[in-house]
Structure formats: structure tokens, C-alpha cells
Nanobody, 125 residues
Framework: QVQLIESGGGLVQSGDSLRLSCVAS????????MGWFRQAPGKEREFVAS????????YYADGVKGRFTITRDNAMNTIYVQMDSLQPEDTADYYC??????????????????WGQGAQVTVSS
């Protein structure tokens, strides 16, 4: 059974940084890609960043380009997202996602079939 466990969330001030981690267990070796989505209170879940595990090619939402960096450690079955220059609008629950099949939807929920429980990130102004 596949499990995705997020960590690294917390409360920070505007302009601060955080790094989220997601460790995959189970059939992690067969994943095509992994990524991060977020859901703010009262809003729909939205894409943040994702990465192809074979070559490390990243994808970013426009609102986080230049501030967030996604990386992977295949040996550790782990992905990270380094979040810099955090703003109050980045406040959300951040979800790790994984795709166990080749997908062309690396920036959409439909491209992923495994999800973590979420990590809360709160950015105060």
C-alpha cells in the first residue's frame, strides 16, 4: 500500500521560508511523478509544483515561480519543496501527490492517483 507522508509545515511570517518534505512508502519506485497541491480555506485545491522522477524536470504554478523550488531524492523516495519569500496568500494545506502512471497532466489533479494527508502552512503578515 502506498503512503505519502508530508512534514515541515508550520507558522511563519511574511518573507520567511519553509521546506516541506514528502516521503513515499510502498510502491514508490514505480512512480512517474510527484508534486504538491494546496488548498486554502474556502477555495478549491490548486496546483503548486511537480517533478518528473526520472529526469527531475519541474513544473510550477505561475504564482510560485521564482519563489518555490521542487526537488527529489529518488534514493530516499522523497520530494521537497523549498518555499521562499512566503506571503499570506500562500497560507493553505499543502498536499503531496504521486502518479503511478505516465501522465501528461503534471499540473492537474487528474494526473495523480495517490495523495498525502496534508501539511498546514500559515503565513502571517
Amino acid at each position: 500500500q502506498v503512503q505519502l507522508i508530508e512534514s515541515g509545515g508550520g507558522l511563519v511570517q511574511s518573507g520567511d521560508s519553509l521546506r516541506l518534505s514528502c516521503v513515499a512508502s510502498g510502491r514508490a519506485f514505480s512512480f512517474y511523478g510527484m508534486g504538491w497541491f494546496r488548498q486554502a480555506p474556502g477555495k478549491e485545491r490548486e496546483f503548486v509544483a511537480s517533478i518528473r522522477l526520472d529526469d527531475g524536470f519541474p513544473y510550477y504554478a505561475d504564482g510560485v515561480k521564482g519563489r518555490f523550488t521542487i526537488t527529489r531524492d529518488n534514493a530516499m523516495n522523497t520530494i521537497y519543496v523549498q518555499m521562499d519569500s512566503l506571503q499570506p496568500e500562500d497560507t493553505a494545506d499543502y498536499y503531496c501527490a504521486a502518479a503511478s502512471f505516465i501522465t501528461h497532466y503534471m499540473t492537474h489533479e487528474d494526473g495523480f492517483d495517490h495523495w498525502g494527508q496534508g501539511a498546514q502552512v500559515t503565513v502571517s503578515s
